[in-house]
């Protein structure tokens, strides 16, 4: 609830401190993308049934952080003006945690029906979600950042988008191996669609960091 008495300044206070929650459950569910894939490759079903359920849950928890968000924004009405930039990195930032519950649905699937995926290419993925979370753990950084200067956001802005750079790299290549392989289509098409989202969570971070710079230019 806002307060009558609330300056614009506290109030973006209290923003920034749910924006920053917000962001370390979307963090949190990024990290548990690599051991689920680990757990996958390794075959023990009951860890990628905890690391997707704990996925689900940092979702969950994510969701009601925005919304939380969205309605203290909407209560604080004209008194901040920058309330449009705070929605636009909470909604840019939900984008990654939708795209991390949709790798830990996928991978579920696959170890409930027992699926079998070339190993190689499993460990590739892990890597290149290990590089996935870098540029969502930069992006934290970007997030935090935003109680201090703008140009400090300005500058952390700029390792979220060099990480994103490698992300792409690693991406095309995990993908072309993926079409290459000699795997089931089913199985082709559900790694490909993992990589994808990988690759797509990585450039959310990027967007979220662009967003996140404005808001930090952005007036009271």
Not at 26 to 45: D, G, Q, T
Not at 147 to 154: D, K, L, N
Not at 181 to 186: A, D, G
Request: net charge negative.
């Amino acid at each position: 609830m806002v307060f009558p008495a609330e300056t614009a300044a506290q109030i973006r206070r209290r923003m920034l401190d749910i924006l920053q929650d917000h962001a370390r459950k979307v963090l949190e569910a990024v990290r548990e993308l690599s051991p689920l894939l680990s757990s996958y490759l390794k075959s023990i079903h009951k860890e990628v049934d905890e690391h997707y359920n704990n996925i689900a849950r940092l979702e969950q928890e994510a969701e009601t952080l925005k919304r939380t968000l969205m309605t203290e924004l909407s209560e604080a009405g004209a008194i901040l003006l920058s309330r449009e930039d705070f929605l636009r990195l909470a909604a840019i930032s939900s984008e990654i945690v939708d795209y991390a519950g949709g790798i830990a649905f996928r991978v579920a699937e696959m170890s409930s029906r027992k699926w079998e995926a070339d190993r190689e290419i499993l460990q590739d993925l892990i890597k290149l979600a290990e590089a996935t979370l870098d540029t969502v753990v930069r992006l934290r950084e970007v997030v935090l950042s935003l109680s201090y200067t703008t140009s400090r956001t300005i500058e952390l802005a700029k390792n979220v988008e060099a990480a994103e750079h490698i992300v792409d790299t690693m991406y095309r290549k995990v993908d072309l191996s993926i079409i290459g392989s000699k795997m089931k289509i089913p199985i082709m098409l559900i790694l490909r669609d993992i990589a994808q989202f990988l690759e797509q969570i990585a450039d959310k971070a990027e967007d979220a960091a662009d967003a996140a710079r404005i808001l930090s230019l952005s007036a009271f």
